[in-house]
């Protein structure tokens, strides 16, 4: 199991990097302009519908200004809450993606026939890394063993 977890990380790193950008991204542009409007439409005591998508409409345009606002209106109430939800919401599509991203099994990214599956350098006990026929990409079977150097390819060749 833990395979997969490794290797989903292994394979998500930058994805990680664009998510957080994302995420700054869309609390700047759309969460901060959404809940200084809910604020403004709530002022009054009760929510009003047409101040709400009155300010949406002018604070989408100037979500900088509007995160200013935040701050400065005193509107800061209002957009934790928002923020705390929009941001759980999130989440839970990150992770869905993040576990949809997951290796189905142990061997995923591992090409076939390739040398990956040796470790430091054991396959030059029967492989030669400079020079005979051709296996991989640094491994070579030598013709001057002894035994046998009968090779199989697999495969067929393109006549374009």
């Known amino acids: 199991m833990n395979y997969k ?9 930058t ?4 998510c957080a950008i994302l995420w700054v991204v869309l609390t700047i542009v ?14 009054e005591g009760t929510f009003n519908l047409s ?4 300010a949406f409409g002018q604070n989408i345009t100037n979500p900088f200004g ?14 934790i809450p928002v923020l705390v939800g929009f941001t759980i919401f999130y989440l839970i599509f990150f992770f869905i993606g993040f576990v949809k991203s997951a290796p189905k099994n142990e061997f995923s990214d591992i090409e076939h026939g390739s040398s990956d599956w ?3 350098g054991e396959q030059y006990k029967i492989l030669s890394k400079n020079k005979g026929i051709i296996l991989a990409e640094d491994n070579y079977l030598p013709v001057d063993k002894r035994g046998n150097v009968n090779v199989l390819v697999v495969g067929r060749i393109r006549f374009w």
Do not use: E, K
């Open 51 to 54: 101040v709400f998508l009155t």
């Open 30 to 43: 759309f969460v901060s302009p959404f809940a200084y409007s809910a604020f403004q439409a709530g002022q």
């Open 15 to 18: 994805n990680f990097i664009i």
């Open 118 to 120: 040796s470790q430091r």
């Open 66 to 79: 509007t995160l200013a606002n935040l701050f400065t209106q005193g509107a800061i109430g209002t957009f």
């Open 5 to 13: 977890i490794a290797g989903t990380i292994r394979r998500n790193r």
